[in-house]
């Protein structure tokens, strides 16, 4: 029932910006929304967009200001992406969208991540003698589940948007049909990734020039099956995707080459709307992604940690307070590695996990001024700590949308196999899932019954698209790329704003740090002070200098003027206003 209320609501805020200027004089609509028109009529609360690339960017923005809500720009972004940046945009993958409204006053999460296949098995990365095959798991067409996107975003449009989705495709055909202009970023990833996408004659003839030449900056890239493919959902609907012409083109494909996904796979997955996990930290509500995502319990469980201490007095990438970042995140990855996975198939202790009383007993555990091995550090009892507490929402009267949203093939690229004569790239999301109890997938992440594998089953995920709120109003968007730096990477944007009061460009831009509990390594980005690496040594810190971490597009609502930051880390994105 709850989630009936939003529709209607948005149809109402989609009439108000349209009708703005006629309603404006008429007393009668004295209701929220137009109030919050009236309000700040020139103080730039008209939209923001933040993607990394930008022509999604601005296929976006056109959507806002046409009149379109914040889901309309949402699905039209990620069409355009689909399009523009293959190697993680894509309908051939799946996410995770928080949508908040501020009228409804609720934050709900739409989940569309990947399945299982009905056939896939326990075992199904083992080799003979016990080991896992990564190669399989992750750049087979066994490594694919069955993608989500395109139905979450067909979800997200149906229930929240005020736009078809044929409006939500048109930029994305347009820009697949005429083509757009290679990037250096769009040359160099096909370059570094050249020996996977050159393994399958489908996917080669799509990202390879005939005769095998490099598409290099300034060329046209034109993808005319997946323009056609994505006229035949717009013409269809998302069935064509799960039932029509591309359905049966994905199933050719897997049974080609021995994958598991059939056409009863594609025609009963559905995407889920979720309540997203809620705390509350120094004050401010965080809102991020629940199962089968572990993002919003760890980014909350780690801040609920942190909340004990004077972050803000200890300054920002101190030493010490790097030092007590790292020590909170080492103990949620070790519970991650016991207690997330799919809800549809396990009971995740969250109530637990997200608990003030169990950051406090975690934050007890912590020596502040030495690092604790992560040898001696074991998941925690977070059960003892569930209470039956319901999560609590506040009612205000007041304007605006919000959507963070985060979908993957997982690898760049995912498992590099282009569905042939649909133009579009598989996930290789099977890998998230824990292919046996104790090795690590590809982010270094373990894992064990929780995340097993099993027939449609949702593997565990660190996406957290994540939305803040500062007494009722959206506040803070943000989310990011990045494995399971994912967590770490949206933590530190939360903490930037919130205890270093960073304007946001720079809570974006800092040096990021990162700790997983497995390996034992501190990772640091560049421009970190060698003074800081030398303290944190000293503390007993293993200190790793490796490539920079996520690409966290964001975000900030501060006094009703929006300020977007987009991620230096990505040569291609773009934050635009309006
Ligand atoms: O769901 C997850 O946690 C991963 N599949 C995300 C992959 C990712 O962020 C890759 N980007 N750098």
């Known amino acids: 029932m709850r989630w009936k209320i939003l529709p209607s609501l948005y149809l109402r805020i989609a009439l108000s910006a ?3 200027l006629l ?4 007393t009668t609509y004295g209701d929220a929304i137009i109030e919050g028109e009236r309000m700040h009529p020139k103080q730039g609360r008209n939209g923001m967009v933040v993607t990394s690339h ?3 960017t601005q296929s976006a923005l056109d959507v806002l200001k046409n009149g379109g809500n914040a889901i309309d720009a949402a699905v039209t972004a990620a069409f355009s992406l689909a399009v523009t940046q293959p190697r993680s945009g894509n309908i051939g993958g799946g996410g995770f969208m928080l949508i908040s409204s501020e009228q409804a006053n609720q934050v709900l999460a739409i989940d569309y991540r990947e399945k299982a296949p009905s056939q896939a098995t326990e075992e199904m990365f083992l080799n003979k003698d016990g080991s896992v095959n990564s190669d399989i798991s992750r750049f087979s067409h066994r490594a694919v589940g069955v993608p989500g996107t395109v139905a979450g975003l067909a979800l997200a449009l149906k229930e929240f948007g005020t736009i078809s989705l044929q409006q939500a495709l048109a930029p994305a055909i347009k820009l697949a049909h005429d083509g757009f202009v290679v990037t250096p970023r769009f040359s160099s990833g096909l ?3 050249e020996k996977r996408l050159r393994t399958w004659k489908a996917t080669e003839e799509i990202f390879y020039k005939p005769g095998g030449t490099y598409y290099e900056p300034g060329d046209l890239f034109v993808q005319k099956d997946l323009a056609a493919t994505l006229q035949r959902i717009s013409d269809n609907g998302a069935k064509e995707f799960y039932q029509g012409k591309t359905a049966q083109l994905l199933v050719e494909e897997m049974s080609k080459h021995g994958g598991l996904i059939t056409l009863d796979d594609l ?5 889920v709307i979720r309540e997203p996990v809620h705390g509350n930290y120094r004050g401010y509500d965080i809102y991020s992604m629940s199962p089968p995502s572990s993002g919003g319990a ?5 801040l609920n940690i942190l909340e004990g201490y004077p972050i803000s007095d200890l300054g920002h990438n101190s030493a010490t307070t790097i030092h007590l970042m790292a020590e909170a995140m080492k103990r949620a990855f070790a519970d991650r590695s016991r207690y997330l996975g799919d809800e549809d198939f396990i009971k995740v202790p969250m109530a637990g996990l997200i608990s003030k009383a169990y950051g406090e007993s975690l934050r007890g555990t912590i020596d502040s001024s030495a690092a604790n091995p992560s040898k001696t550090i074991a998941p925690g009892k977070p059960m003892e700590f569930e209470s039956s507490e319901t999560t609590h929402f506040s009612i205000v009267d007041n304007y605006g949308n919000a959507v963070s949203n985060t979908y993957t093939i997982n690898f760049s690229y995912g498992a590099g196999i282009i569905v042939q004569g649909a133009g579009f790239l598989l996930n290789n999301e099977m890998d998230d899932f824990s292919s046996k109890p104790g ?4 982010y270094g992440l373990i894992g064990g019954k929780a995340n097993r594998i099993e027939p449609n089953k949702r593997m565990l995920s660190s996406m957290s698209p994540t939305i803040v709120k500062d007494h009722g109003r959206n506040f803070l968007v943000t989310g990011s790329p990045g494995g399971s730096r994912i967590i770490t990477t949206t933590l530190q944007v939360i903490m930037n704003v919130i205890d270093h009061g960073l304007n946001i460009q720079s809570a974006v831009s800092a040096p990021r740090i990162h700790h997983q509990w497995l390996p034992d390594e501190l990772r640091v980005e560049e421009g970190l002070s060698p003074d800081t690496i030398k303290l944190l040594y000293g503390m007993g810190h293993e200190i790793k200098r490796k490539s920079s971490m996520g690409a966290i ?4 609502i501060d006094d009703q003027v929006m300020y977007g930051a987009a991620d230096p880390r990505r040569s291609t994105s773009l934050a635009a206003g309006m």
């Open 298 to 302: 760890h980014v909350i469980q780690i």
């Open 553 to 556: 597009q964001s975000i900030m």
């Open 191 to 193: 370059k570094t990734v």
């Open 267 to 271: 025609k009963n997955y559905a995407p």
């Open 439 to 442: 090795v690590a997938n590809a």
């Open 23 to 26: 309603l404006a004089s008429q």
């Open 54 to 56: 930008f022509l999604a």
């Open 18 to 20: 349209s009708c703005m």
